[in-house]
């Protein structure tokens, strides 16, 4: 198996020319019934041996952290760092498996945060600040070894998710501001993620798959607090509630559309599903509230994805010329 950074390091060792990559590239594109651009690739699995690699992995790390721990409770995490550090010298380094990648630098970037928690837990004060330091600069020095698209959105998360915590535990305040506090951790991760995407509008590279796992980080953070503010947890749902919430997912697909990924529409989903739901309820309709909910949710999102590409060319021709460039091609 072998992907668009392969090609590039295959014209770049002399192997291939570039004439002849872009021309096996307009082969493959030939007959597609969407641009490639359109089907947001990201390599997970390339094979069985992904899955039976990942679970040798856990198993073996399991069993060092919890003999690690025996000794010192930072012991375990530390051990359980190290070890996913040098697997991945062979399993992302050399053969460079997918999962097996992802598995990895989050067992190394957890177990860097494990251990100074474990650590610095007489320390209360200062474990967590530490904590999320650290295990963002796990993440950067991970993503200078071995460039594992997931890395930058670990990063992000032990940073994003340190700083919460330390605002949300610390300050009563934070706590009943909660919802646009999260908002705003989201639109970082949203601009850090589409300043990735606008890098590579073709998503050839490398920055496409970052990106992609950017946007699923930025996603909830910045759908639950808007859904929350409907308040459709704390009171049965009505027919303005069900109404808010269709028009923010239309405004969210709309954003989905323009910028070509579907992590904002898949957040939103459950949220979409419990509104209708409940209102249907509300109206009678309790054996079949979710069924009928579904039904129509669903073939709704089954419409968009038949025509997508249809529909993004709509939205993204409305919108200014300068936008255009840095987004991804219609064809």
Known sequence: MYNDEDL??????????????????????????????????????????????????????????????????????????????????????????????????????????GMTVAVLRPLDSVSLPLAGLLGGLGAWLHWRRFRVPITVAAGAAAVAGTLLAMLFLRSTLAREWYAPITFVAGTAVFALAMAWDTADPQRKTRRADVAFWLHLLAAPLLVHPIFTSLQMFSREATLVQA????????????LSLAID?????????????????????????????????????GAALLLLSAFWHTCRSRVVSVLPAPWQERLPPLH
Not at 262 to 280: D, E, G, H, I, P
């Open 8 to 113: 590039a390091a295959a014209v770049r060792d002399g192997v291939l020319s570039q004439e002849a990559v872009d021309a096996f590239q307009a082969y493959m594109v030939q007959g597609r019934p969407l641009p490639v651009v359109d089907e947001e690739h990201f390599r997970l699995v390339s094979g069985f041996n992904d899955i039976f690699v990942v679970i040798a992995c856990l198993l073996l790390l399991a069993a060092l952290g919890w003999l690690g721990s025996r000794v010192h409770d930072g012991a375990g995490p530390l051990l359980v760092a190290a070890t996913a550090w040098g697997l991945a010298e062979f399993f992302t380094r050399q053969r460079r498996l997918a999962l097996p990648s992802i598995v990895l630098l989050l067992a190394f970037v957890g177990g860097l945060v």
């Open 243 to 254: 109404a808010a919430a269709l028009l923010i997912y239309a405004l969210l697909g709309l």
């Open 261 to 297: 990924r579907r992590a904002l529409m898949v957040s939103a989903l459950a949220y979409l599903l419990y509104a209708f739901t409940a209102l249907l309820k509300n109206l009678g309709m309790v054996s079949l509230s979710f069924a009928f909910t579904a039904l129509c949710i």
